[in-house]
């Protein structure tokens, strides 16, 4: 059965926006219109891409009278979270709206492959390092797991990912970072591998391109949990700690927080400015065997 217009809503962040598309092509098939409605921001980054799955892209002061009363908001976190992680983010916006849990979104156009002079022999891994909110999440060996790779073979080439404002890893043949969401973007879907934290960038890897399909990638959930944000194509890496998930917010970023902001107790009193944390020590030669292994 077909009803006629469906506005759904979720404002941020750029990772949770995109995990919530995959509710957008059952959403089509049972809608005639689906309006999706976000922040000028998210718009100015990825509006090309929500584009591709909904009908119509719109700011809230954009709204209608009738579509403002009757949208339904993508909250994605709700109870028991954060406490305790029960289903998927994408189930969990999938449930929001009434439509089976998905995974499979339509198939978009690639982006321009920055990579398209690369020797025949040359494996291009993206990395991404740095997850914006939280510095529970980020993992401080890559640099290791680059000087060994690299050791082992010299055709791993690497290339740098992610926000504006993150420093620059050693030893790398290329960097994205400072240039648009989109060049970003392109440089990860025509990878031979992405290796990141748990980030925008694991939501990324689930769009299928007409160059490819999914974008495999080797994630790293350092202190946030895979039940909650682990796609099934990649490889997720996780660490069975007592205090898991742990979602501490940086207290910079302290708008929606939905976890503690104390002190972490493994180990015992350290603070959120030390990232020399227990949570982001997986050895670094256990990450380069795995790379080894599936490129």
């Known amino acids: 059965m077909e009803y006629e217009n469906i506005t ?15 509710a957008l092509p059952k959403l089509k098939e049972k809608y005639n219109k689906v309006t999706y409605v976000t922040s000028q921001e998210i718009i100015d980054n990825i509006g090309f891409l929500i584009l591709n799955y909904c009908d119509e892209l719109k700011t809230e002061s954009d709204l209608s009278e009738e579509e403002s009363h009757s949208l339904i908001d993508f909250l994605g976190y709700t109870p028991p979270f954060p406490e305790k992680v029960t289903s998927s983010l994408v189930e969990n916006f999938c449930k929001e709206v009434n439509v089976d849990y998905n995974l499979n979104l339509p198939v978009v156009d690639s982006l321009t492959n920055p990579f398209a002079d690369k020797a025949k022999e040359d494996k291009i891994i993206t990395i991404q390092k740095t997850a914006g ?22 055709n791993f080439k690497f290339y740098q990912i992610g926000g504006p404002d993150e420093d620059l890893l050693n030893n790398l043949e290329g960097s994205f970072i400072g240039k648009s969401f989109k060049e970003n973007l392109s440089a990860q879907s025509h990878s031979d591998l992405h290796i990141g934290v748990d980030s ?25 949990s895979e039940r909650l944000t682990a796609y099934p194509h ?29 002190p972490c107790d493994n180990p015992p009193n350290q603070s959120y400015e030390n990232p020399i944390h227990e949570c982001g020590n997986i050895d670094p ?8 292994q599936v490129i």
């Open 133 to 154: 909110w939280s510095v529970y999440k980020e993992y401080n060996n890559f640099n290791k797991v680059i000087e060994i790779l690299k050791a082992y073979d010299k």
């Open 8 to 22: 759904v809503r979720r404002n941020g962040a750029l990772g949770d926006v995109i995990a919530s598309l995959n």
């Open 234 to 262: 990649n490889l997720n890496v996780f660490k069975e700690l007592e205090c898991r998930p742990c979602f501490r917010d940086n207290p910079d970023r302290s708008y929606g927080s939905l976890g503690p902001k104390t």
């Open 200 to 224: 925008v960038f694991n939501n990324t890897s689930n769009i299928s391109w007409s160059h490819r399909d999914k974008t495999r990638s080797l994630i790293l959930f350092l202190s946030s």
């Open 285 to 292: 030669i256990y990450i380069s065997n795995i790379v080894r």
